[in-house]
């Protein structure tokens, strides 16, 4: 039978040899073909070494030899290069742009928020029509469940907030694309 006739059907493989098992040898429950299990011990070594964890004191002993290296290595490096280096690096700040006020600031800066008056009020309106549809979905669950209005004033308000965020968010995104 040709490999690809083999491949073409649905049986199990020999894992010694990768030849497909013969129906007769998959339906009397062999797993192997009649070939490999004339050789029982042709599946490689019995068993396989595998280093533990190194031992603590070990760890340490690497991890001081690794610092040792690490301050000799300092130790030759000449002071006129380090000097040398610095300036460098301080030259180089110098003509990178000044930083914004704070990182929140650059990312909004990026974002390019507050670019357009609609974007204000998408997101107004997106934040109310969140923060209502929260509330009212609160007070049908506190009204079907008949539980009083004081378990479901802090979910309600919480949930509020996060909901109409979550709307001013999309109401800025519709009002920036609106704009392209």
């Known amino acids: 039978m040709s490999r690809a006739a083999e491949e073409a059907l649905a049986r199990t493989r020999c894992p010694g040899c990768g030849k497909g098992l013969s129906f007769d040898e998959w339906s009397s429950g062999f797993d192997r073909c009649g070939a490999c299990r004339r050789f029982p011990g042709s599946d490689g070594p019995a ?37 040398e280096l610095v300036a460098a690096l301080e030259a180089e700040a110098a003509h990178l742009p000044p930083t914004g006020a704070s990182p929140v600031h650059d990312v ?26 929260n509330v009212a ?7 079907a469940s008949g539980a009083a ?9 919480l949930g509020g907030v996060v909901a109409g965020v979550t709307c001013a ?3 800025w995104g519709l ?6």
């Open 149 to 157: 209005m004081s378990q479901f004033i802090v979910p309600m308000l």
């Open 137 to 143: 979905l609160a007070k049908y669950a506190q009204m």
């Open 108 to 133: 909004l800066r990026e974002i390019g928020f507050g670019r357009s008056p609609r974007e204000l009020q998408w997101a107004a309106w997106g934040f109310s029509g969140g923060f209502a549809a």
């Open 169 to 171: 968010a999309i109401g």
């Open 175 to 180: 009002a920036r694309l609106r704009e392209r």
């Open 47 to 83: 068993a396989t070494y595998v280093q533990g964890p190194a031992t603590r004191g070990a760890i340490r002993s690497r991890v001081a030899a690794s610092a040792e290296d690490y301050e000799r290595l300092l130790e030759n490096v000449p002071d006129a290069l380090i000097d």
